[in-house]
């Protein structure tokens, strides 16, 4: 019963935004430590943020400065802020889940067990 829908991917240019969401369903969203993952195709999936149950947030060296990641509790929602977009940001983005990490920095996908179906971005030059 556990689900997780990503929205608001799209095609940007180099430089713009986009704001994506997860919304949740089926779990106590404030029990559970939140990701964001991208995969581009024939590259291996790998963490872009995390934000922990207790709010802490972690991310990958690529978008320090540029993404924010954060939850609304209250809405069982997720978001993934991503300014100054480059195309080596492209690819499919999905969240994740996982239970009980209120102050890790888990950015190892293997370490989520909830998976969301994705949302595309696309950046062009």
């Known amino acids: 019963q556990v689900q997780l829908v990503e929205s608001g991917g799209g095609s940007v240019e180099s430089g713009g935004s986009l704001r994506l969401s997860c919304t949740a369903s089926?779990?106590?969203?404030?029990?559970?430590?939140m990701g964001w993952f991208r995969q581009a195709p024939g590259k291996e999936r790998e963490g872009v943020a995390v934000i922990a149950s207790g709010g802490s947030t972690t991310y990958a060296d690529s978008v320090k400065g540029r993404f924010t990641i954060s939850r609304d509790n209250a809405k069982n929602t997720l978001y993934l802020q991503m300014n100054s977009l480059k195309p080596e940001d492209t690819g499919m983005y999905y969240c994740a889940a996982r239970w009980g990490m209120r102050t890790g920095r888990q950015l190892n996908p293997i370490q989520y067990n909830y998976w969301g179906q994705g949302t595309q971005v696309t950046v062009s030059s």
């Open positions: 089926g779990l106590t969203f404030d029990d559970y430590a």
